[in-house]
């Protein structure tokens, strides 16, 4: 019991400076004692003043004391030492603006180490003793420090709340059950908390699944970034190759055909000079003929002349030479004309081929699809510039507005005869196939217009039924006229609803297969016919008209934004 009671005592050996146990104590002149070192670097900033001041009691001395041990007091702490005493609290033991402080420490507070339910106290580990050693205590409820024990008490009866009013929910002491809750259903906190913890153990296994769940939703999400990086890494490098080797072809046939002009070229230079050569040899034998002739004929001496002209030799005969016709850098012009026939193939050929390409490219979907946008501000996210193609437009219509704009017309237009143009329909598409995921937007006057997406290979020539936009496999149309409004795909009718729209937004999702039609007032959308299906190929806007005098044009980006 002995050592009990210095144990409550501990802070008379501790040094008021350091708040440790006392090291080498020594006692000034007003009793008061310090560590050695302590009380020593406390003076050593007051030798200026030459006054020197007990930090308790504020005593000053003049001289600076002669300090001396205290052996007494020494021998005192090492005793107490061997006998269990620990050292005074350190800093980090006293409470703090943030911790729970003994409620029955008095001056510098410890930390509490419990809370009692019952007391609705807070205990440092000295007061909390009795709690474990006497038995009056051991019904009491230990709790972690909580600075909210004062929650515990009813404000109106100042009386611990132990009832629980389920009618109310709420805690109420059993004063409360008499007056205001009389009649309520009430249960105890304790049967309470334990249905709560039920349903906090439901949520908290709830809450633990869904964190498991998403851990390995995330695991996942990792896997699949490392392998799309990994797919992306392998395909560019295999494009690379690819397109390497391609290049290496168009090498190896530029070269090819470089040689082969050049070795006939070697050829036929060869066979004109050959000719040239004969050519001069005979120029300079008929030059020497001609001058002997001369020579010969401006003898005076007939018998000389007739003596020289019987020995002339006869003129050999002369060589063939075939029609020459000079066409000056134009030899080889077949080549020229069969290289770049060529080159209009391939990039023909790669246009449709980059365009699946990029198709390919666009519909690469980890995810599921996003949702389809709501607003106009949405759907203008996904806005695309589309040019209408010349090479497709019919003949009755006009194209204007930097290809953006067709209007029908009487006159035929003077388009150069192409294997893409509708013949039939006055119906046009667009120059580039549509990306992955777009919205554009649609403005006419006047009635009779097709607002339409469609494959490539829709047909360009034959009946109206087989090439005309939603009248076939190969296109969906929304088609406006005379108030009405319908929807076509495959030859098969839909008829919608609503007010006569003069404006309309398309939205695709290609790899969802998602095609939206909507008409649009200021910035209001209605939705016009959606459509549900998978896309096999890449699909082109596509506009057309019934009427002459009907326009309908594409609105480009500069012009919405």
């Known amino acids: 019991m002995a050592q009990k009671g210095i144990q409550l005592d501990q802070e008379t050996f501790s040094c008021s400076i350091c708040l440790d146990l006392l090291k080498d104590p020594v006692t000034i002149p007003c009793g008061h004692s310090y560590c050695m070192d302590c009380i020593k670097t406390h003076w050593d900033g007051e030798d200026e003043k030459k006054i020197y001041s007990c930090p308790q009691c504020r005593e000053t001395f003049t001289p600076r004391p002669v300090l001396l041990k205290n052996t007494m007091l020494a021998d005192l702490v090492e005793e107490l030492k061997k006998t ?37 106290v807070s205990y440092c580990d000295q007061h909390l003793q009795p709690h474990y050693e006497l038995p009056i205590f051991e019904k009491h409820k230990l709790v972690e420090p909580s600075k909210n024990l004062h929650e515990n008490i009813c404000s109106h009866h100042n009386e611990v709340m132990k009832i629980f009013c389920s009618t109310d929910q709420q805690c109420i002491c059993y004063l409360c059950l008499m007056d205001e809750h009389k009649g309520h259903d009430t249960v105890s906190a304790a049967a309470e908390r334990t249905e709560r913890q039920k349903e906090l153990e439901e949520n908290q296994q709830n809450i633990q699944q869904r964190i498991q769940d998403r851990e390995k939703d995330v695991k996942l999400l990792k896997q699949e970034v490392e392998a799309i990086n990994r797919s992306a890494d392998k395909a560019v490098e295999d494009s690379e190759k690819i397109f390497t080797e391609l290049i290496r072809l168009m090498e ?76 000056p850098l134009s030899y080889f012009e077949d080549v020229t004309a069969a290289v770049s026939k060529a080159r209009d193939t391939i990039q023909e050929t790669l246009s449709e081929i980059w365009t699946n390409i990029s198709l390919t490219v666009t519909e690469v979907d980890v995810l ?100 005309g936009f939603g009248r076939n496999d190969k296109s969906w149309a929304i088609k406006c006229d005379c108030n009405w409004i319908r929807f076509w795909h495959n030859n098969v009718e839909y008829s919608i609803s609503g007010l006569y729209p003069w404006k309309a937004g398309v939205y695709l999702d290609h790899s969802a297969g998602i095609l939206s039609f909507y008409s649009f007032f200021t910035d209001r959308m209605t939705l016009l016919h959606r459509v549900q299906t998978t896309f096999t190929q890449p699909l082109y806007a596509g506009l057309g008209t019934f009427w002459y005098g009907t326009s309908v044009e594409i609105k480009l980006l500069n012009s919405l934004l």
């Open 84 to 120: 269990g005493l620990q050292a005074a609290p350190a800093d980090h033991c006293y409470a703090g603006p943030e911790d729970v402080a003994c409620d029955v420490c008095t001056g510098r507070k410890l930390k509490a180490l419990k809370s009692c339910l019952v007391c609705l």
């Open 252 to 327: 190896k046939r530029r070269f090819y055909v470089e040689q082969k002009v050049r070795s006939q070229q070697k050829t036929e230079v060869s066979r004109v000079k050959e000719l040239q050569e004969k050519l001069e040899q005979e120029i300079t034998e008929l030059k020497r003929k001609d001058a002997e002739m001369k020579k010969i004929s401006d003898t005076e001496d007939h018998n000389q002349f007739l003596h020289n002209y019987s020995s002339l030799s006869p003129l050999s005969e002369s060589t063939d030479s075939p029609s020459i016709n000079i066409r």
């Open 368 to 467: 599921l699809s996003q949702p389809e946008p709501k607003t106009r501000d949405d759907f203008l996210k996904y806005l695309c510039e589309i040019i209408l193609d010349p090479n497709t437009a019919h003949q009755e219509l006009l194209l204007s507005e930097g290809n953006t704009k067709a209007t029908s017309v009487k006159q035929l237009q003077r388009y150069p005869s192409h294997p893409d143009r509708f013949t039939r329909s006055k119906q046009v598409l667009s120059r580039e196939s549509l990306p992955g995921r777009c919205y554009w937007e649609v403005e006419w006057d006047g009635k009779g217009i097709d607002v339409a997406v469609a494959y490539k290979d829709i047909s360009r020539t034959g009946s109206s039924d087989e090439c």
